[in-house]
């Protein structure tokens, strides 16, 4: 079975500064997808960043990076320059991928992490 | 593109009422999810459909829930009848079969006092 564990409920930060935020996952399928969303007050989800298990580059988009150990199942959300409208709540996420490789299955979440960036 | 659109955006019951809440996919994207998000918790899969298809209901109650998805596009979840612990944030996503991402609706804040 599936399993994420964010261990920080929450989490400051000063503005333009760095900060990571963790998660740990649990799973007995070689393929799998790790993700990133950010859920702000107004309570859409946005998706921020996504790894592939076999990905061998860490993935970036703009901001947002993900420190992937694969061998230590983590999969790490490092936000650099933070800005206070990155405050928000995070969730990591993670999919099996179904046998053959041809479709996806559930998305997984963890309990998330609370991120207040002071000015 | 247009994203999932989800109404109402809030409801407020009482218990033992019904409620429906209604979400119409991104177009094309076959796959469409209900999740339950309760207060200061992770989103939890209620269902997954895949086209018409139902293809993970594993946690919904199926005692007081229900779902469908006629014609694969638009779907429909109902609480019939609702308990307070129902009180939550119910996220529609859809996405391509072959896609990894998953892309959500604003959601339905369900109060039921």
């Known amino acids: 079975a599936q399993k994420i564990t964010q261990t920080q409920p929450g989490m400051f930060v000063q503005e333009k500064e760095a900060v990571t935020l963790d998660c740990t996952y649990d799973?007995?399928?070689?393929?799998?997808?790790l993700f990133w969303y950010k859920q702000p007050s107004s309570g859409e989800m946005i998706f921020l960043i996504y790894q592939g298990s076999y990905d061998q580059q860490n993935a970036t988009e703009g901001r947002y990076s993900l420190n992937f150990q694969k061998a230590r199942k983590s999969a790490n959300l490092v936000i650099s320059a933070s800005q206070l409208g990155d405050s928000a709540m995070y969730f990591c996420?993670?999919?099996?991928?179904?046998?053959?490789?041809?479709?996806?299955?559930?998305?997984?979440f963890g309990q998330g992490t609370i991120l207040t960036v002071h000015p | 593109e247009a994203g999932v659109a989800q109404s109402p955006r809030y409801k407020i019951i009482e218990k033992r009422q019904s409620v429906a809440f209604w979400c119409n996919p991104i177009?094309?994207?076959?796959?469409l999810y209900w999740y339950q998000q309760i207060l200061g918790q992770g989103p939890k899969l209620l269902i997954q459909f895949q086209n018409n298809g139902v293809v993970d209901d594993s946690q919904l109650p199926k005692d007081r829930f229900s779902a469908e998805r006629l014609k694969g596009v638009d779907s429909t979840l109902k609480i019939q009848p609702a308990k307070l612990e129902d009180s939550a944030v119910y996220l529609c996503?859809?996405?391509?079969?072959?896609?990894?991402?998953?892309?959500f609706g604003s959601g339905t804040q369900l109060s039921v006092l």
């Open positions: 996503a859809s996405s391509l079969i072959r896609v990894e991402k998953l892309f």
């Open positions: 996420a993670m999919r099996e991928v179904t046998a053959g490789g041809t479709s996806y299955g559930k998305l997984t």
């Open positions: 177009s094309g994207h076959a796959t």
């Open positions: 799973t007995s399928d070689p393929s799998y997808g």
